[in-house]
């Protein structure tokens, strides 16, 4: 999601990797009750095929391609101000009418689309980036390390204690209260008979109207929830992502064997650990350590595995900057937004009630081929748009009112 006039093809890539990335996760929050992207035990859980697809899920996307979302934004913050000042213009003011005008695309995405919205946050990251831009890469790289130890701090403090919750309803001679704590504990995580997994069910099989005005009526709670417990890491990831452009790194100026040797190190030190988590998750059964492990555990794991995949696309870029797939990919980067919107339309028309009413009827493993279906469309659609049109209708949309504003 970048501005035209200042582009890097590496940085077309990696969006384009991350935008198809993304939809990974997110297939699971369009086709099944929340309790499904923490919980692998729950519904649409059958098999081996879908703990396999929790787990690459939990390995290498989930989170993930997020944190890459946010070291863009960080990036295009300052490529967006370089350009605009070579142009004559204020590039402070040309990044905010652009954060700006991200804000009602991401309301009107929210509330008519769908609530597991990001375009919010990374609007609110990038009017906030702009209080980084002056610091120098290291003090950067300490601010996002900063940030992501805090983002941990406070998903802990939410995730461990279900682990005492359970353990005082288990005890010998629990309360009644103690004992109702955790059955409303367990209800939510979708462990068991789930009254909380069967009404989200019956909601997302309704009418557009019931959705509508369930997506409005939790709209501050849903955004006072990412914002304790997304803004902290999306920032952090941003601040990473001016650092990584002035050192050069998303600007494309790394050797081929430099990004190489980078993801290599990198995915080694994120995934080890990761795995280890995975390990504990599959042998325990045990939804609370699946609960910690993804909301709380992994943050911190993000950092390596987010700069490996970053690094590794990024040298793809730069090896085969011609070739078929990078430039497919790089078209699917290039209307980033409009892909981003279009899947949100085409997912939720599949599995909402008001459209195909798929929604809890798939497993995770029908999910993900799903996900490799819509993959395709973006590359089709986006490559036949460019040579076309060129802009992509919402980023040519977002462009005009930015300028238009300043």
């Given at each position: 999601?970048?501005?035209?006039?200042?582009?890097?093809?590496?940085?077309?890539?990696?969006?384009?990797?991350?935008?198809?990335?993304?939809?990974?996760?997110?297939?699971?929050?369009?086709?099944?009750?929340?309790?499904?992207?923490?919980?692998?035990?729950?519904?649409?859980?059958?098999?081996?095929?879908?703990?396999?697809?929790?787990?690459?899920?939990?390995?290498?996307?989930?989170?993930?391609?997020?944190?890459?979302f946010a070291m863009l934004l960080g990036a295009s913050t300052l490529l967006v101000m370089e350009s605009a000042e070579m142009s004559g213009r204020d590039g402070m003011r040309a990044h905010r009418l652009r954060m700006l005008w991200l804000l009602p695309i991401g309301l009107a995405h929210h509330l008519l689309l769908w609530s597991g919205d990001i375009l919010l946050m990374l609007a609110l990251c990038g009017l906030i980036a702009t209080l980084f831009v002056r610091l120098e890469t290291l003090g950067l790289i300490k601010l996002s390390l900063g940030l992501l130890v805090l983002q941990t701090i406070i998903d802990l403090s939410v995730t461990l204690p279900g682990f005492g919750v359970r353990a005082a309803a288990a005890a010998p001679g629990a309360s009644a209260a103690a004992v109702a704590r955790w059955q409303g504990y367990a209800d939510q995580l979708g462990i068991g008979e789930s009254g909380a997994v069967a009404r989200e069910i019956i909601r997302y099989r309704s009418g557009y109207g019931e959705i509508f005005g369930e997506r409005f009526a939790s709209f501050a709670s849903d955004m006072l929830g990412q914002l304790v417990y997304f803004l902290p890491e999306m920032l952090a990831f941003t601040a990473l992502g001016m650092a990584m452009l002035k050192g050069g790194f998303l600007a494309g100026q790394w050797a081929v064997s430099h990004y190489q040797a980078t993801w290599r190190r990198a995915l080694l030190v994120g995934l080890v650990p990761m795995g280890g988590l995975a390990i504990w998750v599959l042998v325990s059964h045990d939804p609370l350590a699946a609960q910690s492990a993804a909301f709380g555990w992994s943050i911190p794991l993000r950092l390596p595995i987010?700069?490996?995949?970053?690094?590794?696309?990024?040298?793809?870029?730069?090896?085969?900057?011609?070739?078929?797939?990078?430039?497919?990919?790089?078209?699917?980067?290039?209307?980033?937004?409009?892909?981003?919107?279009?899947?949100?339309?085409?997912?939720?028309?599949?599995?909402?009630?008001?459209?195909?009413?798929?929604f809890g009827r798939l497993d995770r493993a029908g999910l993900m081929l799903v996900a490799v279906a819509m993959m395709a469309v973006m590359i089709a659609w986006s490559t036949l748009w460019r040579r076309q049109f060129g802009q992509g209708p919402a980023e040519r949309l977002w462009r005009w009112a930015a300028r238009r504003s300043g």
């Open positions: 999601m970048a501005d035209e006039s200042f582009r890097i093809g590496g940085l077309d890539f990696l969006r384009g990797c991350a935008v198809m990335g993304i939809l990974f996760p997110n297939i699971v929050l369009f086709g099944l009750p929340s309790a499904a992207l923490f919980n692998p035990f729950t519904v649409g859980t059958t098999g081996t095929g879908d703990l396999a697809a929790w787990l690459f899920n939990f390995l290498l996307v989930d989170g993930k391609m997020r944190a890459i987010a700069v490996g995949l970053a690094a590794l696309a990024m040298g793809i870029a730069a090896a085969r900057s011609q070739s078929l797939p990078v430039r497919l990919i790089e078209s699917v980067g290039r209307l980033a937004l409009s892909n981003y919107l279009l899947t949100s339309l085409a997912m939720t028309t599949l599995f909402y009630g008001y459209g195909a009413g798929l």
